[in-house]
């Protein structure tokens, strides 16, 4: 079982930043990777970045170059740093536990929280 706690989200305007945290606990061998999804409201969940346990990384093309995610093992935490936000960025940020290799096998998620950017 993997519990996860996402912290960070919150108002922000066009061109700033922000990041969010996801703390986990508890252990699952085959979700030992860790993923950023988003839901803007009206459309489907979507993959915007994840993270497997050598630190490499994929970033979805819609945040390439703006977004980043990392991890702290220490910490068992994964963050999301988001720069230079867009009004298109609001969303409910969610992370996620899933099998690595793939944005589909999420065994956990997160509350989620929730970011919005004006312009």
């Known amino acids: 079982q993997v519990h996860l706690v996402e912290s960070g989200g919150g108002s922000v305007q066009a061109g700033g930043s922000r990041r969010l945290s996801c703390a986990a606990s508890?252990?699952?061998?085959?979700?030992?990777?860790r993923a950023w999804f988003r839901q803007a409201p009206g459309k489907e969940r979507e993959g915007v970045a994840r993270?497997?346990?050598?630190?490499?990384?994929v970033i979805a093309d819609s945040v390439q170059g703006r977004f980043t995610i990392s991890q702290d093992n220490s910490k068992n935490t994964v963050y999301l740093q988001m720069n230079n936000l867009r009004p298109e960025d609001t969303a409910i940020y969610y992370c996620?536990?899933?099998?690595?290799?793939?944005?589909?096998?999420?065994?956990?998620w997160g509350q989620g929280t929730q970011v919005t950017v004006s312009s």
């Open positions: 996620a536990a899933l099998v690595c290799g793939g944005w589909s096998q999420v065994n956990y």
């Open positions: 508890g252990y699952s061998r085959t979700s030992n990777c």
């Open positions: 993270i497997n346990t050598y630190g490499y990384t």
